[in-house]
């Protein structure tokens, strides 16, 4: 069904970032929704070790420019733009020196996650939100993919539920096997700024527990890995959301 506008937001894609399975499939489904037709974009941080020479980002000044607010602080919104290498995609890039100039993407060099990996989730997830809307350019299908992508519906649904620019987008969540970690113990004061609470994940807030919190708020849940770790696979057993077991890429659009 060609002719859909369908929005990826993702923290990783190949060649971004290369060797993890979420960034080739999120690489492949992108590149054969653009070549059937759709009105493609894709979404995803700006981390510090994607090259900006090598991949020819630049700064979109007309999106730049805008402020958000975590935890009482402004900060800046960088919107950078490159083009897919050898496609003719667009790939946008949420940038801010303070949550993604750092070399590493979630742990330091000792293997300890970020303090701060809760605010970057929720400076992501607002930025794409505010940048979509100054594209002016509605999705019919929005699919996340990382966790970082999983604090998007939660925001969506909670404190942007007035704002009906999103209102008849489809939600599909992909579930991925990544490296669980701790977030912030005052993420709930940060969320509570944003007129957000009562997530079940706030209990005990992890990477997971967030993901997890998210498919409540989705459309379609579906495996991004093939097998997923116990705690994934039981709650994706356990929700009610429509769900579809893992699809290669050639059966990706049915989800669509």
């Known amino acids: 069904m060609p002719n859909q506008k369908i929005l990826y937001i993702t923290t990783e894609m190949y060649p971004y970032q290369e060797d993890t ?9 992108a590149l054969k929704m653009h070549n059937e037709g759709n009105d493609v974009r894709v979404f995803m941080p700006r981390f510090g070790q994607i090259s900006e020479r090598k991949f020819q980002l630049h700064e979109v000044i007309r999106l730049s420019g805008m402020n958000i607010i975590i935890n ?9 733009v490159a083009s897919l290498p050898g496609e003719r995609l667009q790939v ?23 303090d701060d990996n809760d605010e970057r989730a929720i400076f992501f997830a607002r930025g794409v939100i505010e940048t979509i809307k100054k594209l002016n350019w509605v999705p019919d299908v929005i699919h996340l993919n990382g966790w970082m992508a999983s604090f998007v519906p939660i925001y969506l649904k909670t404190y942007y539920e ?7 987008a489809k939600i599909v969540l992909s579930l991925y096997n990544e490296k669980d970690a701790a977030l912030a113990k005052n993420i709930d004061e940060k969320l509570k700024f944003d007129n957000i609470s009562g997530l079940k994940a706030l209990d005990n807030p992890t990477v ?3 993901v997890i919190e998210s498919m409540g708020y989705v459309d379609m849940v579906v495996k991004g890995d093939e097998f997923l770790d ?15 077991e893992y699809l290669d890429v050639d ?4 989800l669509y």
């Open 208 to 210: 997971k527990t967030f």
């Open 162 to 168: 007035s704002d009906t620019y999103f209102k008849d």
């Open 21 to 29: 399975n979420m960034a080739a499939v999120v690489n492949k489904m």
């Open 230 to 244: 116990e705690d994934l696979d039981k709650a994706f057993n356990q929700t009610s959301t429509e769900k579809s």
């Open 92 to 114: 946008y890039f949420i940038d801010n020196d303070e949550y993604f100039k750092r070399k590493q993407y979630y742990f330091d060099d000792e293997g300890q996650p970020f």
């Open 251 to 254: 059966s990706i659009n049915k």
């Open 72 to 80: 009482d602080l402004d900060q800046p919104l960088i919107i950078k």
